[in-house]
């Protein structure tokens, strides 16, 4: 058993640049910057996991069950719930081509290196900076928010890479703010 949080791998990506802070505002997303569990509890912990039913989702406890709502995650993590529902489709390799302004080839090898649809974080952190030296924003707040959420909401058991259909939330970052 392992508590995971990644939230200090965020704090040392850095804050965002101050060109794309209102982009990643808009988006309601910015207060996964700060979010971070830091407990050294192991007991506490064991006995949570040990009270957990995988069938009913739900903790079994002296007092009764309990369930974690979304009202209890909106609590949890700050982040509204009420909005649009973002159904994600599927991306090709060319609009991530698009979306991340890299080239077909560059987006091949990512890809094909995690086996899937699938980037490392690494490789978004890289072209986080390199697009801030050019000043391509939209690019950047992409980057920015994929490695973001990445690394605090859909992070896998080795915290290293991040399935590219998130990305396609992050296609029009006026409507991104919209969504649950």
């Not at 990644?6 to 040392?12: A, D, I, L, P, Q």
């Not at 609590?75 to 302004?101: K, M, N, R, S, Y």
């Not at 490789?123 to 959420?149: E, M």
Request: proline share 1%; net charge negative.
């Amino acid at each position: 058993m392992k508590l995971s949080s990644y939230g200090r791998k965020v704090e040392k990506f850095g804050r965002s640049a101050l060109e794309i802070e209102g982009i990643v505002a808009a988006t309601r997303l910015s207060l996964l910057i700060a979010c971070s569990l830091d407990t050294g509890d192991r007991g506490l912990i064991s006995a949570f996991a040990e009270r957990w039913h995988k069938e009913t989702s739900s903790f079994h406890l002296p007092v009764g069950e309990v369930t974690i709502t979304l009202d209890d995650v909106a609590l949890l993590l700050h982040l509204p719930i009420t909005g649009t529902f973002h159904t994600f489709d599927a991306l090709h390799e060319d609009q991530v081509v698009d979306l991340l302004e890299v080239s077909s080839q560059e987006a091949r090898d990512e890809t094909f290196q995690c086996h899937g649809a699938y980037v490392w974080l690494s490789w978004l952190r890289d072209i986080y900076h390199s697009k801030c030296d050019i000043g391509q924003w939209t690019v950047v707040a992409r980057a920015y928010l994929l490695y973001l959420v990445g690394y605090t909401h859909f992070a896998n058991k080795s915290a290293t890479h991040v399935h590219v259909v998130l990305l396609d939330a992050f296609r029009d970052l006026n409507q991104t703010g919209s969504y649950s």
